[in-house]
């Protein structure tokens, strides 16, 4: 049972947009500590692709977004590739574990 | 670039140790935090431990405290992690990470691809 919570898959269609969503509680997101998402694709490291709520590191297209409100963030992503295909995790920290926790992941099938 | 390449993973049985090595390149590593976060088979990413920069401060996972100890040597730009009183549960690919952000708004920048440890009999 992870710390954050994320559905465990989504898809889509080529070209639409989709969102991956990630609830915590009082002690991580509630506690105002900041949300980061990664991509997983099959056989490459975990990826950073958004940091600190809503930024993205240089390289990342635009067409992943992140939000955050209360115990809850989000990440969309528009235009749907077929190589956007993978597993992507939310992170955050914890006060009460004194440490960093993930969400259990989302598997994205493209269509 | 940056690059951070694991090594010393393998089979072991249970209650054996193991030790864990990250050598790290392209960024100058006595100024970053470093973690180690684990993925078991068929399960999602699971944070292990963190170092500061300068090796003093250590913080880990509460299924990992007293068997797992992470340490660093910034002259060798080499992260460690000492894996003892293994058990299957910690069958896993490990990987090396480096720390961005600060305090409780830590991320992780840069991963390796990990070294896979099986704990088995």
């Known amino acids: 049972q992870s710390v954050l919570t994320q559905p465990p898959s989504v898809s889509g269609a080529p070209g639409q947009r989709v969102t991956i969503s990630c609830t915590g509680s009082?002690?991580?997101?509630?506690?105002?500590?900041?949300v980061h998402w990664y991509q997983h694709l099959p056989g490459a490291a975990p990826k950073l692709l958004i940091f600190a709520n809503t930024n993205r590191p240089s390289g990342v297209p635009d067409r992943f977004s992140g939000s955050r409100s209360g115990t809850s963030a989000s990440l969309a992503i528009s235009g749907l590739r077929a190589e956007d295909e993978a597993d992507y995790y939310c992170q955050s920290y914890d006060v009460s574990l004194s440490g960093s926790v993930f969400g259990g992941g989302t598997k994205l099938t493209v269509l | 670039q940056v690059e951070v390449v694991e090594s010393g993973g393998g089979v072991v049985q249970p209650g054996r140790s193991l030790r864990l090595s990250c050598a790290a390149s392209g960024f100058t590593f006595r100024n970053y935090d470093m973690d180690w976060v684990r993925q078991a088979p068929g399960k999602g990413l699971d944070w292990v431990a963190v170092i500061t920069y300068d090796g003093r401060n250590k913080y880990y996972a509460e299924s990992v405290k007293g068997r797992f100890t992470i340490s660093r040597d910034n002259s060798q730009n080499t992260l460690y992690l000492h894996l003892n009183s293994l058990t299957t549960e910690d069958t896993a690919v490990y990987h090396c990470?480096?720390?961005?952000?600060?305090?409780?708004?830590?991320?992780?920048?840069?991963w390796g691809q990990g070294t896979p440890v099986t704990v088995s009999s």
């Open positions: 990470v480096r720390g961005g952000g600060s305090g409780t708004d830590r991320f992780f920048d840069s």
């Open positions: 009082s002690s991580n997101l509630g506690a105002a500590s900041h």
